[in-house]
């Protein structure tokens, strides 16, 4: 099994920040990283793909770098409809795996 | 547009069986893998197993804390996918989602998930 870890857990953050999220693959992933946001009591929403291709209808203030074992989130200037639950992803294998989330917070 | 409704969900002893349902709607049903994935409460995200589009023969895969107790399966002629949880356990408790995509890199659509509670 892969393991992903993100870091930190939480955040604060103000309107108008920049904001990095990490995630760590316990082994090398390539580029099959992806990133999800999800809001209190609604379901995920895909992101970022591939570790750096923006998902259709995200806001280009999203971006995602990094091959291997390590990858950023980065929101350039943080809004106020940004303030959600970030998790990364590994599709390198078979068996998927989530890391334990971001949470970003006022 | 694509759409997916989980149903099924509910209140269930420990060691008795649930199965969800997740129908979906707006693209090609039989091409497309469909996972499931799980959250429990005030917790992450945990991906339960999924089955394989036509293409690679609907086979499936389960992450080893359900493999020999759930089930997924599919319905080509209804477009629904199965969920068929046997032996639950009290750490089963967990909003379910299905979800698809149109490649097996990334979970793209998502359901609204169903609450599942297993209690006595």
């Known amino acids: 099994d892969i393991q992903m870890t993100q870091s930190p857990s939480s955040l604060s953050a103000s309107v108008g920040d920049r904001v990095t999220i990490t995630c760590r693959a316990s082994?090398?992933?390539?580029?099959?990283l992806n990133w999800y946001q999800q809001k209190p009591g609604k379901a995920p929403k895909l992101l970022i793909y591939?570790?750096?291709t923006l998902q259709s209808g995200v806001p280009s203030r999203f971006s995602g770098s990094g091959s291997g074992t390590d990858f950023t989130l980065t929101i350039s200037s943080l809004q106020p409809e940004d303030f959600a639950t970030y998790y990364c992803q590994q599709s390198y294998i078979t068996l998927p795996s989530f890391g334990g989330g971001t949470k970003v917070e006022i | 547009e694509v759409q997916l409704v989980e149903s099924g969900g509910g209140l269930v002893q420990p060691g008795r069986s649930l199965r969800l349902s997740c129908t979906t709607s707006?693209?090609?049903?039989?091409?497309?893998?469909m996972s499931w994935i799980r959250q429990a409460p005030g917790k992450g995200l945990e991906w339960v197993g999924f089955?394989?589009?036509?293409?690679?023969?609907?086979?499936?895969d389960y992450a080893a804390s359900v493999k020999g107790r759930f089930t997924i399966s599919r319905d080509e002629s209804k477009n629904i996918a199965y969920l068929q949880m046997n032996s639950l356990k009290t750490e089963d408790t967990a909003v379910y989602y299905c979800t698809t995509s149109d490649n097996y890199i990334c979970f793209q659509y998502w359901g609204q998930g169903a609450l599942v509670t297993v209690s006595s």
């Open positions: 707006g693209f090609s049903f039989g091409d497309y893998p």
């Open positions: 082994q090398t992933i390539t580029k099959y």
């Open positions: 089955i394989r589009g036509k293409a690679y023969g609907g086979t499936t």
């Open positions: 591939a570790a750096s």
